[in-house]
């Protein structure tokens, strides 16, 4: 098995679930492609950065989407939005197993403007509709682009994130946050600090996501197989109880931690033993060092 | 964008498996759609590019392409943001080679 940062989205599909399980629904000769990109005088792709269908993961039928990176970040157009949405409303008609999302994306694709915002709103609405629907959905972040703005948002409203440290984790990125608020608040460049802040050690730290693992695809595959175990028998729903569970879980770290300049510091705060060197940790060590400290399920 | 027909003629190698696509539009890179396709024995190469102006280039590495192959009833459609040529022929190359079963 590879790395799963450096495989593309149909690699990840390939080596991910049961071989040759992957079945694709609007495959890439259906030519489903953006109405939008063309009129810009912009690349199309034909499968417009998203692969869609049914898998077999450990013999379990899932429904499965996997964000192509290397088309335009990932970003969410129109039909991107569409094939999610349309993946996870025939999930609820199919009362399928479980929804198994790769996720890859900067967000919503602003060529397409406000088509793409309504699409990535429309893709939030239909998880939380296969939730409310009892299953249970499982997200994958470990592509080079992460998972930003509406997708970021997306991810956090899945039962479970796995992420590898490589992946990230975030509502705005760090350039954007650069632009906004100037290179003193957050500096881009710093590649140390940008996956110090956002890659998938803080974020397990955290508790915004559930697991993490090597950046490997058979490691990736274990942990959403183990995920799903876990979560059989379980209530898939988002209830009002879990949510401000969540809540609380926000106000007690933006108070504790909000003072802090940097993900060391909190870190420190979270008598975590040798908190600056958490970065160099392999994923083992890492999760022993964090043990009872991390915050969140 | 520019948009670039080609079609060749005499090919004697027909390929059996579904629809496949490999490679991303990405910079500098392609994705290369291939399809068995009734053409009256021809195959058939679109492409539209991100790069205007490169014509000439484009038939001499889809001629080679062609020599190198000689698909026939086979279409291939192609989505580009400036790939190099050595990249279009490995990425077209490896389309085939995964309709043969390869990998």
């Not at chain 1, 005088?41 to 996997?66: E, S």
């Not at chain 1, 997708?151 to 409203?157: A, D, L, Y």
Request: proline share 4%; net charge negative.
């Amino acid at each position: 098995m590879g790395s799963y940062q450096e495989a593309n989205a149909r690699e990840r599909l390939q080596q991910l679930f049961d071989p040759n399980s992957f079945e694709e629904f609007l495959p890439p000769s259906q030519r489903v492609v953006s109405p939008h990109l063309g009129q810009l005088n912009a690349p199309v792709a034909f499968d417009d950065g998203v692969a869609v269908g049914r898998a077999k993961l450990g013999g379990i039928t899932v429904y499965t989407a996997a964000q192509e990176g290397g088309f335009m970040g990932g970003a969410v157009g129109e039909v991107h939005g569409a094939k999610l949405v349309g993946l996870l409303r025939r999930a609820v008609r199919d009362h399928v197993a479980a929804v198994v999302l790769l996720v890859e994306s900067g967000g919503v694709r602003l060529h397409e403007a406000n088509a793409g915002l309504i699409a990535v709103s429309e893709v939030m609405r239909a998880l939380l509709d296969v939730r409310a629907a009892g299953i249970p959905v499982v997200v994958l972040v470990g592509g080079s682009n992460g998972a930003f703005g509406g997708m970021g948002i997306v991810s956090r409203c899945a039962n479970v994130v796995v992420m590898s440290e490589e992946g990230r984790l975030a509502m705005s990125g760090p350039e954007v946050i650069e632009t906004a608020s100037g290179v003193e608040e957050f500096d881009s460049r710093d590649r140390a600090l940008v996956w110090r802040t956002n890659g998938g050690k803080h974020r397990y730290l955290m508790g915004d996501c559930q697991r993490i693992v090597a950046d490997d695809i058979a490691a990736f595959r274990e942990a959403a197989r183990e995920a799903l175990a876990a979560l059989a028998g379980h209530q898939a729903e988002l209830t009002l109880e879990t949510l401000e569970a969540e809540q609380q879980m926000l106000d007690e770290r933006i108070t504790r931690f909000g003072a802090l300049p940097d993900p060391v510091d909190i870190w420190s705060a979270m008598h975590i033993a040798d908190a600056a060197n958490i970065p160099m940790l392999d994923v083992d060590s890492f999760i022993a060092a964090a043990g009872q400290h991390r915050l969140g399920v | 964008m520019e948009t670039l027909n080609y079609r060749f003629e005499q090919g004697t190698q027909r390929l059996k498996a579904a629809p496949h696509v490999v490679g991303v539009v990405g910079s500098g890179n392609l994705e290369v759609l291939i399809e068995p396709a009734d053409l009256g024995g021809a195959c058939t190469i679109e492409i539209t590019t991100a790069a205007v102006g490169f014509g000439p280039i484009w038939e001499a590495v889809m001629r080679d392409f062609h020599q190198r192959w000689l698909l026939a009833d086979t279409r291939i459609s192609i989505n580009d943001m400036g790939a190099t040529p050595a990249v279009v022929s490995l990425r077209m190359d490896q389309a085939v080679q995964t309709m043969l079963g390869g990998s």
